[in-house]
DNA sequence: AATGAATGAGTCTTCATTCAT
DNA sequence: GATGAATGAAGACTCATTCAT
């Protein structure tokens, strides 16, 4: 019916604990004080049913990488671009990356920087290409749609994504002890300021 | 005339050598892949002159944060504490670090994510410790003065911080293609904006 | 139909393999000065295989030690103990020792010196916990059934072992260039003049 | 007037700095495990001053051996060879091992192991080409004298020193805790039921 | 004589990957 | 599909030795 990859139609169970316990295991030790033995040891499957189910490591880390690049982008989408304005959108922005990171703190810290340069070549998902436009568009809708201020784009980029993203670190280095969700207005208040017209 | 560690008055030219090299490497490609061999090969020395000099590969690396860290505190106290009111203290905090990230890329980057857990735990120098604590003193300061609005020290520490830090990582993502430095003014703006009460 | 390890009923040959290499390079030139690489050279494995079976050097350093302890005990047990006197114990002990030095010089060599202090704390096997215990028992039960004369427990056990040990000894260093068990007989007599009541 | 080997007619002190660190080091550690930086640190010298006094560290363990040699020797002929009968000599032989091995006990366990195959060929001193002539030499004069039975001359060697040497190597070893010199009556009493005629 | 920085070959060990079963 | 024994290249680190000062 959805996405699946064997002719069961299900992801095979062994495919998914791998997936799952790597993307622990990478958040938690980075990608290269994590060896295969790790994830067989931890997931509980053997070395011979890593390299059926994936190329070699580095094919697994891009596999989970996509994972989270595409959840981050179907996020987006459904929360962020659907909102008709600017000041919506960027409330959507923010409360959708602070829910995502309560939620699931793992593939929030997996985007941000469980990704060695070998996997991809840039430092944080939203940076992505892919990434990176998605967020730069909405800004360019809120210029011309007058809502915000004209400017250098990247700096808006900046402000808009640096803030969301730095209180997300801190919260993940238990800096912060609270949800972000608690902070969802302030946060949104102090990026409008900064960029409305 | 000051600190020194041999009978010659300077730094051992070995030390230095290894040390500027291997925060090259580490930057470049990581604490992980970057191996000794490496070192030794691009620094042009032996193997054992570096464990001669440095306890083991974790000390090395500490030892050059702690190098770049003792300088961001330098720059801190210097430009941005010695300013009299937060205005122009944030001027200057964005002056400083985009000047630097200008000036010395390496050192700025490796104070920025060239760090694995093993070696300091935190993920971002200007949130160690006293990184942390120097920026949310003059944003408790502007709060007193009132020039800042009240509010969660940690969303306009997260503003403050984050919008300056993601600047300079998308400068050294090749995202930007220009110096930081012409931005100084605007970056400026967007946070006073988002702060001032 | 006793002991295996794999799914054939039998050690892996490799297992096998590295044992009685490493066991003999221990013995030719010491526990230290025999390297990983000496041992994958003379046993035509690879390295990875020694570290699959072998948690480290020392671990089957351990491990040989403690096969050759096995079969000492195994032998005291089978060919000394279940005489019924103290002077045919004896005799059987000498017997037992040379014979088996004859034929496997190697094995009883490892049991006799190489072993490093980091793997077995004790210096002769014979003094092992259990191999001291042994053959202090039939000096006990000699006394007791009043064959051999009291006195220091110790100064016994020194002749007993020492005697025997002492000819394997120079046996082993080409001193003596006949087989020991020639000299079964007068080597057992001296002892049980020195002994008996 | 006697043995020197500087031109102030006293070993310099620091050589005998070194020897004594290396000598007690090696007994300690063995001589593998005793690493050059290791007698530095323990010895109070430059790693210079070591090769300056001793071409390296095999000589070093090669001079060390010939000292404790060389003192077997003095002390055999002092209190041994001088006793005019066999049991004389065997009672003095027992005694002065003990007692040395309670004066010196390092000297003593280094001649008995601390020395590798690479230092000297063969495993005990007392076995070296001149310390086996020696007790040899006592052994043949008792059977020639009629003093003690005729027979295999080895097998006797092994009961004289092979008694002797494990009863120190127990001492050392700690399953003996008092004073060999405790048991050298008993001791010389068994060597010489065995050997007598 | 003495120092200790420098060297680099060699050590133990890990680990991504393959492949016969 | 799954297993895990086997491989061997590569890594961090040690240490005997040299040599300029």
Redesign the interface.
Known sequence: MQGSSNRNGKQSEIRQRIIKTAQRLFVE??Y??TSIPDIVREAGVSTGAIYHHFTNKKELAREIHQLALTEFLKRFKNHVESQPTFKEKLRAFVEMMFSWTETDPIMVQYLM?AR???VVN???AI?SEEG?DAVMCIIQAGIESGEIKE??L??????L???????I??R??G??DFPLTE?ID??TA??W???KK
């Open positions: 030790q980075g290269h004080r920087y060695p340069k070998e840039t430092q944080m940076c990176l400017g250098n990247y700096v808006h980029y900046g402000t994504t640096g803030t969301v993203l730095r209180l670190e801190i993940m280095d800096v912060i902070i302030e946060t102090n990026i300021l900064a960029l």
